[in-house]
């Protein structure tokens, strides 16, 4: 009797540089849809004076295994010129933007803002009843000052994705 042992899932933040044309992403996003993995986040920006390469930056969650074949089939692509995996490079930084909406008055109000300046949140808006904060950091950082928002009067989120780079001189 054989026993199998399932692969466990984990996080991945892959950066991929690309021809800026148009389907790339399509193609990509297919790579993906294929396998039946989710991307749990998605940025894409020109990085050339030129508007001719684009670095890609995906999260998503999936075995080892199933990463490592999207990652060998992202490369096969024509338009691709590099494929990173973050996570197996070594140390990271990885950051998102965030514009939070939250409506209070009073105490709310106040504790909003008292929360706020504890996480570095911005105020980009203002009216009588409501504010928005800017937040930029870890997306967990992120996800912690939206659910202390929920009880303060959370309305809306908007954020920008996760984007990541490789820490020290080199680039990946």
Known sequence: MTTQIAEVSERHVLTITVDNEAGILAKIAGLFTARGYNIDSLTV??????????RITIVTQGPPSVIDQIRAQLERLVPVHKVVDLTEVGP????????IKVAGMGNDRVEALRVADIFRAKVVDTTTSSFVFELTG???????????????????????GVVGMVRGKEAA
Request: proline residues 2%.
């Open 45 to 54: 920006a020109d990085i050339t004076e030129t508007h001719e390469v684009s």
């Open 138 to 160: 870890a997306p967990d950082k992120i996800n912690t000052f939206v659910a202390l928002m929920k009880e303060l009067g959370l309305v809306e989120v908007s954020r920008s």
């Open 92 to 99: 990271y930084v990885e950051r998102e933007l965030a514009l």
